[in-house]
């Protein structure tokens, strides 16, 4: 379970755990249905889940949804634009790392 998760005010709860002058480390918690808010990256980013669940990815090409897995990496470049929700019943959760150089 994922105890920051339960805030019910539909965001999700971002948590930045590291940020120098070289990397931004940040856990993202979201209850079912709770969403980042539309935002674009700076930086390339790496996402590394540590939940099992099911994110509704909104951007410029429509809607779709992404399974991911606990530990399941993936890495994206700068300028990505989208709102991030979780499309799952139960809690999801990873972990966002975003490279600054």
């Known amino acids: ?3 920051a998760c339960e805030g019910g005010d539909g965001r999700a709860v971002g948590t930045v755990q590291v940020d120098d002058a070289t990397v931004r ?3 993202w918690d979201f209850a079912p249905g709770a969403a980042t808010g539309w935002h674009r990256h700076e930086y390339p980013y790496v996402v590394v889940p540590i ?3 099911t994110l509704k990815i909104v951007d410029a090409n429509g809607e779709r949804l992404v399974p991911l897995t606990l530990g399941g990496s993936y890495a994206r470049p700068a300028g990505v634009e989208h709102d991030v929700i979780n499309a799952g019943d139960d809690a ?3 972990v966002e ?3 600054k150089v």
């Open 1 to 3: 379970m994922c105890d």
């Open 25 to 27: 480390v940040t856990r």
């Open 51 to 53: 939940l099992d669940g």
């Open 92 to 94: 999801m959760a990873f």
């Open 97 to 99: 790392i975003e490279m």
